[in-house]
């Protein structure tokens, strides 16, 4: 579970404060995925990264009972000058995982031949965002944190053998995705929240959030 109890969070941007949340509370359960749209701009980013602990509140309290995966994009935890062997062994420590199954799932899944064995600053974006989206499924959490506007990739074959992968992950999991348009949280959500004026307006359905939304941003 991710429970936010009186969340605020604003930013100043040198002519005005941006408010991303203003005294937010809601809960994601287990086995309950949320989605929330949101325009670009609004913060959907911050959000993700405060139910991952990446980013604090100004106010208010997160709580976190569950095992809850960084950002879909986040390289923080990859060292660089390290290689894609070197990083997947570390990272699998971190978590008490097997070493040699975590190096090995990723070297499957990212199929990037013996750039494997090469140092992860010297990838391109694309390798980069395959690597890291290998190391999400490799680790296995409880909830998934996917923003849409986390760095990807373009790869075809990639993206059908990961796209596999997650949709078995989330029969057991729970996944929350941000995005600013409806059709990305078709795929993964029944429950839906929409961003406006830092408030999260929560709804049992992805149809009744799309209606505010589309009056919100059409009208």
């Given at each position: 579970?991710?429970?936010?109890?009186?969340?605020?969070?604003?930013f100043?941007?040198?002519?005005t404060?941006k408010?991303?949340l203003?005294?937010?509370s809601f809960?994601?359960?287990l086995?309950?995925?949320?989605?929330?749209l949101?325009?670009?701009?609004t913060?959907?980013?911050?959000?993700?990264?405060?139910?991952?602990?990446?980013?604090?509140?100004d106010?208010g309290?997160?709580?976190?009972?569950?095992?809850?995966?960084f950002?879909?994009?986040?390289?923080g935890?990859?060292?660089?000058?390290?290689?894609?062997?070197?990083?997947?062994r570390?990272?699998a420590?971190?978590?008490g995982?097997?070493?040699d199954?975590?190096?090995s799932?990723?070297?499957?899944?990212?199929?990037?031949g013996e750039?494997?064995?090469?140092p992860v600053?010297?990838y391109?974006s694309?390798?980069r965002?395959?690597f890291?989206?290998a190391?999400l499924l490799?680790l296995e959490?409880?909830?998934y944190?996917?923003?849409?506007?986390m760095?990807?990739t373009?790869?075809?074959e990639?993206?059908?053998k990961?796209?596999?992968?997650?949709?078995?992950r989330l029969?057991?999991a729970?996944?929350?995705?941000?995005?600013?348009?409806a059709?990305?949280l078709?795929?993964f959500?029944?429950?839906?929240?929409v961003l406006?004026?830092?408030?999260l307006?929560m709804?049992?359905?992805l149809e009744?959030?799309?209606r505010?939304y589309?009056?919100?941003?059409?009208?």
């Amino acid at each position: 579970m991710i429970e936010f109890e009186n969340v605020s969070k604003s930013f100043w941007t040198g002519k005005t404060r941006k408010v991303i949340l203003d005294q937010a509370s809601f809960r994601v359960e287990l086995g309950n995925s949320l989605g929330i749209l949101a325009p670009n701009g609004t913060g959907k980013t911050t959000i993700v990264n405060m139910m991952s602990g990446l980013e604090q509140p100004d106010e208010g309290r997160i709580t976190r009972s569950a095992r809850i995966s960084f950002p879909l994009g986040f390289m923080g935890g990859v060292v660089g000058r390290h290689s894609a062997t070197e990083n997947a062994r570390y990272i699998a420590r971190l978590y008490g995982l097997d070493p040699d199954y975590v190096e090995s799932f990723c070297r499957w899944l990212c199929d990037i031949g013996e750039y494997f064995d090469m140092p992860v600053g010297t990838y391109s974006s694309g390798m980069r965002g395959r690597f890291n989206f290998a190391l999400l499924l490799a680790l296995e959490f409880d909830i998934y944190l996917i923003d849409e506007g986390m760095p990807g990739t373009t790869d075809a074959e990639f993206n059908r053998k990961a796209g596999t992968i997650l949709r078995q992950r989330l029969e057991n999991a729970t996944v929350v995705i941000v995005s600013h348009q409806a059709s990305t949280l078709e795929k993964f959500c029944r429950s839906a929240a929409v961003l406006r004026n830092g408030r999260l307006h929560m709804f049992d359905t992805l149809e009744e959030a799309k209606r505010l939304y589309n009056y919100e941003t059409q009208g």
